[in-house]
């Protein structure tokens, strides 16, 4: 869109729109004209949101949540398991947990996995304060809740070596059939592994 | 996500962003996440830009465009054709002929197309105003630039009945091959017709 046609505010707001993911310039601009549609019910009420939530988020310096207080909330519940720790690859996946009602443990977010080709060593992810809590608050498990990826893998076994000295029991996430999928349609290594760890019926 | 997870204002945030065209509940959490990760460089800006582009849009009396002026910029700009009007549905379809730099004639946006069954009728449409401006404006042409819809189609029909006493030319986009288009992909009536009004080479 040339700028003489819409003005340069709207041609800013696509912009910055389409750099969300899973929105592009075509279905920005359509995000944007929406918008513009619904000015009272939706424009109004998510600029607004937008606002309040980028002045009151925090990042949580316990576990790496983000919330609107630090600690977050899920550190702060008393209810929460003191002696476990969740470890996640990212919030994303905290948030996938919580909504699955996973765990009663607290979490601890890595902010991504170990990637030597992408440059990412340990000293980028929230490994030493990993290490650091589980000495001091006597953790006696760490849950390894890190994708099923190599990437992933690779950066469970080092957080394994870096908790060598500790006496925790460090255990992972089940690997099997999903809830619901239909075995024609997995891969083998997925249906090896539930053979495996198969379970009493 | 329950609300105890991240506080009620991302939750809040997150149901707003899922209700853009393009994205659903999960892709609102990521984007949501995505914005926050990028406090700095994204999510600043854009609450911004949304806030200045909601106190700052108008949509145009003249022609129903979105813009920060009323006339809007196209209808002020003297280098446009004043003896011809295109009409649209949509702004977004106006934006889409401005990028294609396809006229120098002003527009009408009509707010959508006749549609008996959605109970949309011609008085929800910005066709009054339209026989109006073509009367007093002069014009000699009117584009239809609707969609090559059934919908599309019977609002041009309406509209040529509307300007039946004002001696005006009404002229419809053609039908054709599309640039860079192939033959074998193209439905039969797109093909018939494109052989009908075939050119000179």
Same mark, same amino acid.
């Given at each position: 869109?040339?700028e003489?046609?819409?003005?340069?505010?709207?041609e800013?707001?696509?912009?910055l729109?389409a750099?969300?993911?899973?929105?592009?310039?075509?279905?920005?601009?359509?995000?944007a004209?929406?918008?513009?549609?619904k000015?009272?019910?939706?424009?109004?009420?998510?600029?607004?949101?937008?606002?309040?939530?980028?002045?009151?988020?925090l990042?949580?310096?316990?576990?790496g949540?983000v919330?609107?207080?630090?600690?977050?909330?899920?550190?702060? &519940?008393?209810?929460?398991?003191?002696?476990?720790?969740v470890?996640?690859?990212?919030?994303?996946?905290?948030?996938a947990?919580?909504?699955?009602?996973?765990? @009663?443990?607290?979490?601890?977010v890595?902010?991504?996995t170990?990637?030597?080709l &992408?440059?990412?060593g340990?000293k980028?992810?929230?490994?030493?304060?990993?290490?650091g809590r589980v000495?001091?608050?006597?953790?006696?498990?760490?849950?390894l809740?890190?994708?099923? @990826?190599?990437?992933?893998q690779?950066t469970?076994h080092?957080?394994? &070596?870096?908790?060598a000295?500790?006496?925790?029991?460090i255990t992972?996430?089940?690997?099997?059939?999903?809830?619901?999928?239909e075995?024609?349609?997995?891969?083998?290594?997925?249906?090896?592994?539930?053979m495996?760890?198969?379970?009493?019926?």
């Amino acid at each position: 869109m040339a700028e003489r046609v819409a003005g340069p505010e709207i041609e800013r707001l696509i912009q910055l729109l389409a750099r969300l993911p899973g929105l592009g310039p075509r279905s920005a601009r359509r995000a944007a004209l929406h918008l513009i549609r619904k000015r009272e019910e939706l424009f109004g009420p998510l600029a607004e949101a937008m606002q309040v939530a980028r002045e009151r988020i925090l990042v949580c310096s316990a576990c790496g949540n983000v919330d609107t207080s630090d600690p977050c909330t899920i550190c702060r &519940d008393p209810r929460r398991d003191p002696a476990a720790l969740v470890v996640v690859e990212t919030v994303a996946d905290l948030w996938a947990l919580e909504r699955a009602g996973a765990t @009663t443990a607290r979490y601890h977010v890595l902010g991504g996995t170990l990637s030597p080709l &992408d440059g990412v060593g340990p000293k980028d992810l929230n490994i030493e304060s990993l290490v650091g809590r589980v000495a001091e608050n006597a953790i006696q498990e760490v849950i390894l809740a890190v994708n099923a @990826t190599v990437d992933g893998q690779t950066t469970a076994h080092y957080i394994t &070596d870096s908790l060598a000295h500790a006496s925790v029991k460090i255990t992972r996430l089940a690997h099997g059939v999903p809830v619901g999928g239909e075995l024609d349609y997995l891969d083998e290594g997925t249906l090896a592994a539930a053979m495996r760890q198969r379970t009493a019926f």
